[in-house]
């Protein structure tokens, strides 16, 4: 570690900004954001930093002339920006006589303290530091976290902070008191929080407080039914993220990718529940009983299906159980299979000019018998989406040619979609089961029938694309 990171404090504190460019700007924000007493000096400033002048805020004052010996003395912090080098270096030897901390920008032998990319997310704030040898990794980085950590986060630490008093006077043990803030934050008080409810996250924490003064140190379970979405990580959302971390134990399926499911929290115990057709791992209603057994045994419980669990997922039916035996639910949506695999096939399931509605529709019905709205699956100018439809696809066929469907309807199977291992057929009604079993394609498989399955000539990008579809092409020839 080159440098010490440390958090200064600067209120009410003369910080001196030297320069008047972008760079000058950008210091003078940051030591205002921070409560310091600012002094620009620079005899040109560019239009930047004299719009910032002109917004007079408070604690600044900037003079046109350059800076003096004298200006340096009484600073607590320096920065030099003119980007002129005599002046800089002039102003860091006055700074090292003086004994004032000083940052010249983007010369690290002249600088005392180097300046970090943050995220701030006040009281919070994540500085990143690449000890000034390659600061766009640094930016990077500070993007990858903006995105990761929503505002509120700032405010969550403000709640937090608003509540110590209070459970320093109820909870006298110290470890017992570190346990109740864990709990406060990475549980359901700091999650309602972040889900925008305040009052909820009010009452649970008076409830868990009760229950710490009661002498009852348990946590109250919790299950969070999260949609994985169709199998690329970078589908998830950030709330999926962040429950997948938190979990003490995970119930996933059998459509949840390896690559997925590694993100959730290391440590966390794994039971799979996954199903084939005719070949169920634990039955539907031994799923919702366990969900409910592991939640009132105190556990944080993530329960991970493939795309969104209320679209064919049956996550209704578990949450219905556990609303009635009163256990604390949250439920994440994940991108749809459907939505996700036309889009990485290059297929809209809606156009202007082909399809003005979607319909989506599962071809495994109850006992896996095949139980269609045939009326509606016909009508013009729609796209039908069809979920589990492979095993009955020569069904759907005849179904769709004993209702006088033309078998020269377009028809798209997109095998693993959104995976790195995605296969994509297109064809007709009439071909579509014969490309299909002469390309052995398998589960997870969605069905996409419409005309927008013509635009993936024009519409599908990128090598894997191209792949497909010489791969179409070779299965066309031995079909025919």
């Not at 986060?153 to 346990?179: M, V």
């Not at 459509?255 to 799979?272: F, G, K, P, T």
């Not at 109850?366 to 045939?374: I, R």
């Amino acid at each position: 570690m080159e440098y010490l990171p440390i958090f200064v404090d600067v209120r009410d504190r003369k910080v001196l900004v030297t320069g008047g460019g972008t760079a000058a700007a950008r210091r003078i924000e940051r030591a205002l954001s921070a409560g310091a007493q600012v002094c620009a000096l620079d005899p040109g400033p560019e239009e930047e930093l004299s719009r910032l002048v002109s917004a007079k805020p408070e604690r600044l004052t900037f003079e046109k002339r350059l800076p003096t010996r004298a200006d340096v003395a009484d600073s607590f912090i320096v920065y030099g920006a003119s980007e002129n080098e005599a002046q800089d270096e002039l102003l860091f030897d006055w700074a090292r006589e003086c004994k004032v901390l000083c940052n010249i920008a983007d010369v690290t032998d002249k600088c005392d303290f180097i300046m970090p990319s943050i995220v701030d997310r006040s009281p919070v704030v994540i500085a990143i530091s690449t000890s000034g040898t390659a600061p766009i990794i640094a930016r990077t980085l500070r993007a990858r976290f903006e995105t990761m950590l929503p505002p509120v986060y700032g405010q969550l630490a403000a709640f937090a902070g608003g509540l110590r008093d209070r459970i320093s006077s109820a909870i006298a043990n110290g470890r017992e008191r570190r346990h109740f803030w864990e709990r406060l934050i990475d549980g359901p008080v700091g999650d309602l929080y972040l889900d925008g409810n305040e009052a909820g996250a009010l009452a649970r924490f008076e409830e868990d407080l009760g229950r710490a003064q009661d002498g009852d140190k348990a946590p109250i379970g919790e299950v969070y039914l999260v949609g994985a979405g169709p199998g690329d990580p970078d589908l998830l959302t950030f709330r999926a993220l962040r429950l997948m971390q938190r979990a003490d134990v995970v119930l996933f399926d059998r459509l949840v990718d390896d690559q997925i499911l590694s993100l959730v929290r290391r440590d966390a115990e794994r039971i799979y529940v996954g199903k084939l057709p005719k070949e169920h791992t634990m039955q539907q209603g031994d799923i919702a009983a366990l969900l409910v057994q592991l939640a009132q045994e105190g556990k944080r419980v993530l329960r991970l299906k493939g795309g969104d669990p209320f679209i064919f997922g049956r996550g209704g039916e578990e949450i219905e159980e556990l609303a009635a035996k009163g256990i604390p639910f949250r439920v994440v949506p994940g991108i749809t299979a459907s939505a996700g695999c036309a889009a990485y096939a290059g297929i809209p399931l809606t156009h202007r000019e082909h399809a003005q509605s979607c319909l989506f529709v599962t071809a495994h019905g109850k006992d896996g018998v095949l139980d269609l709205n045939w009326d509606v699956l016909i009508q013009p100018a729609q796209t039908v989406a069809v979920y589990m439809g492979l095993q009955n696809l020569l069904a759907l066929v005849e179904g769709f040619e004993r209702r006088g469907v033309s078998m020269d309807a377009d028809v798209a199977v997109i095998e693993n979609g959104t995976r790195s291992n995605q296969r994509v057929l297109t064809g007709t009604l009439r071909n579509i089961a014969d490309k299909t079993r002469a390309a052995d394609f398998k589960s997870p498989s969605m069905i996409i029938i419409g005309s927008v399955v013509q635009l993936r000539k024009r519409l599908g990008q990128g090598a894997g694309a191209a792949a497909e579809a010489a791969h179409e092409l070779s299965i066309a020839a031995k079909s025919n």
